[in-house]
């Protein structure tokens, strides 16, 4: 059920806590996950599937792996981002989040879009556009 932003969910050892998306700046399709990622297992995982509202979502690559007894914090005061450069849904909405981990296996939550304010000011997908899935050839 949905209870406003901050979203928990569990699969497998791995914990989804306060998972909430960040609206990014306007005049975008810009979103940014927060969340904290906890690995509650004896054995890394790693997250190998990411979509929100339906797109693909962009993992800050070298952030996918989850240690033993450790947690990861993405988007918020943290150098690890869980972005989406596809979202079609308005602030105040609930969008489709699906996170798939190698072991784990796959969480479906619903998660609240919250406006670039208050608390959540300065939030915003980096990098601010989706990068290119293959590096462009450089100018000889």
């Given at each position: 059920?949905n ?11 791995i914990?989804?806590?306060n998972a909430t998306?960040?609206?990014?700046p306007?005049?975008?399709t ?13 054995t890394?995982?790693?997250?190998v599937?990411a979509v929100i509202?339906?797109?693909?979502a ?5 952030s996918?792996?989850?240690v033993p007894?450790a947690?990861?914090s993405?988007g918020?005061?943290?150098?690890d ?8 849904a ?12 190698k072991?784990a ?5 619903s998660?609240?879009i919250?406006?670039?304010t ?13 990068p290119?899935?293959t590096?462009?050839?450089s100018?000889?």
């Open positions: 059920m209870s406003g932003n901050g979203v928990q969910a569990t699969v497998g050892n914990q989804i806590e998306l960040v609206a990014g306007e005049g975008t810009t979103g940014t996950l927060t969340l904290r990622i906890v690995n509650t297992g004896q890394p995982d790693s997250l599937y509202d339906n797109g693909p962009y993992v800050t690559p070298g996918e792996t989850f007894n947690s990861v993405f918020f005061d943290s150098k981002w869980i972005n989406t450069y596809t979202l079609k308005a602030a105040g909405t609930y969008v489709p989040v699906e996170l798939g981990f072991e296996g796959l969480v479906k939550i998660v609240l919250v406006p670039p208050g608390y959540y000011v300065g939030i915003a997908p980096n990098p601010a556009t989706m290119s899935a590096p462009t050839p100018a000889s």
